[in-house]
């Protein structure tokens, strides 16, 4: 079973599943019906969904494993795209050096600022890596504008180098490519009033989440996963005991950083251009409200809680007061407009409203994430069955008492 548990399995399994079954999955509504902006089975969104996916797996060790909160991660996702397009400029335009690379230069940089920041704990820490990050966002923003071109962004022009495919001027800007698959090539398929699509870069992103996805279980489960919980559960006991907790704590920082710079060149490798926004606070806040979100310390939380939040972004944020006139042309004038009224600050511009409202629910009502919202569910079935099955059982033993 891959080294994994039956319970690991089968949720890794399932994850597999569910993730390469996503061009179906996410387009449950006819393609020409009024409900099909809700589908998000395309591949630019599903690609979203995988890699900040891995991202949240990433951060989900550092803090929900070791319960370090870091409010800089951002600079590790930027430090990969950068990384990455450099990389396609400079080489090739294949991905796997682009993201080795990503990984590498991202892995430094943690180590450099995980050794400095995890000198303090709890809220210190927390503000030393958001001053990290904003510094790095400074220096890719202006300072160091001839190796990432400012405000502009860095992107592939005709003139790059790309020694490994041939050099040359081209006509036009070379893609991404897998071994000669290019990561924007897709296929449809058509069922009925259905429309599938189905990318390159999705799949290729996809296996690698499962990788990663596979790589945080063993992580979870291994001795150093043990040691990262005592972390979290009481570090200063463990230091009363004579044990230097700093190696796993920065060891666990630098894997973090790893997945982010991951995600990172992937993102760079599905659209080619880097830009210092990737490296604001606001991107390291939004993978805290993720993993929180899914699940902090769980497996699969922090997946659920990035496809969340981008299916908030991209889906929700797309319906506007025409749609909703639409929805609702069958009341009478009056109840149209107040409806449409009504719902207009939570949707368009304002899906963070729904979405911050949404996040305060489930702090409030489910501590532990949509993860504890599935648990309870499941509790409540078993529940339901264990009495129907005790009914049931007192039944047949009331039937046979007579027969006695």
């Known amino acids: 079973m891959l080294g994994l548990g039956k319970k690991d399995f089968t949720l890794f399994l399932a994850v597999a599943a569910i993730t390469l079954l996503a061009p179906f999955i996410l387009n449950p509504f006819p393609t020409g ?7 998000a089975g395309y591949p ?3 690609q979203r969904f ?3 996916g891995i991202f949240a797996i990433g951060f989900n060790i550092l803090f929900g494993l070791t319960g370090y909160l870091s409010f800089g991660h951002a600079a590790f996702l930027g430090l990969g795209s950068y990384s990455a397009v450099w990389m396609f400029k400079l080489l090739s335009m294949n991905v796997i050096p682009a993201l080795i690379l990503s990984v590498i230069v991202a892995g430094l940089f943690a180590l450099v600022i995980g050794y400095i920041s995890l000198r303090r704990s709890g809220i210190y820490f927390s503000i030393l890596t958001l001053a990290f990050a904003q510094m790095a966002y400074a220096l890719a923003y202006s300072v160091l504008t001839p190796l990432t071109n400012g405000e502009t962004g860095l992107q592939l022009t005709l003139d790059d180098p790309r020694v490994l495919d041939g050099g040359g001027r081209p006509t036009s800007l070379p893609v991404t490519e897998l071994f000669g698959m290019e990561m924007r090539d897709t296929a449809s398929l058509g069922l009925g009033a259905w429309d599938f699509t189905f990318g390159v870069g999705f799949y290729f992103c996809a296996v690698v989440m499962l990788i990663s996805f596979y790589l945080a279980i063993r992580i979870f489960r291994s001795p150093f996963g043990m040691m990262l919980r005592a972390v979290k559960s009481n570090q200063q006991r463990m230091n009363y005991t004579g ?8 060891a666990a920082f630098v894997i973090s950083g790893m997945y982010a710079g991951l995600a990172g060149g992937l993102l760079a490798c599905m659209d080619p251009l880097a830009g210092a926004e990737r490296m604001q606070w606001t991107a390291s806040g939004e993978v805290v409200l993720m993993t929180i979100l899914g699940g902090a310390g769980t497996l699969i939380g922090p997946i659920l809680g990035a496809g969340m939040i981008k299916y908030f972004e991209n889906i929700f944020s797309k ?3 025409a749609v909703l006139h639409q929805w609702f042309a069958a ?3 009056g109840l149209e407009d107040f409806l449409v009224t009504i719902i207009h600050p ?3 511009k304002g899906w963070h409203l729904t979405l911050g409202l949404m996040f305060m629910a489930v702090v409030i009502f489910l501590p ?3 993860v504890e919202g599935g648990q309870r569910v499941g509790r409540l079935f078993r529940r339901r069955d264990r009495k129907a099955g005790g009914a049931e059982a007192q039944a047949a033993e009331q039937r046979r008492t007579p027969a006695e």
């Open 331 to 333: 009341l009478p004038d």
């Open 319 to 321: 319906i506007n007061d």
């Open 44 to 46: 630019d969104l599903m």
């Open 243 to 250: 044990l230097n907790t700093r190696p796993y704590t920065l």
């Open 50 to 52: 995988v890699i900040y």
């Open 346 to 348: 939570f949707i368009g």
């Open 368 to 370: 532990g994430g949509l």
């Open 33 to 39: 019906s009024g409900l099909a902006q809700f589908n």
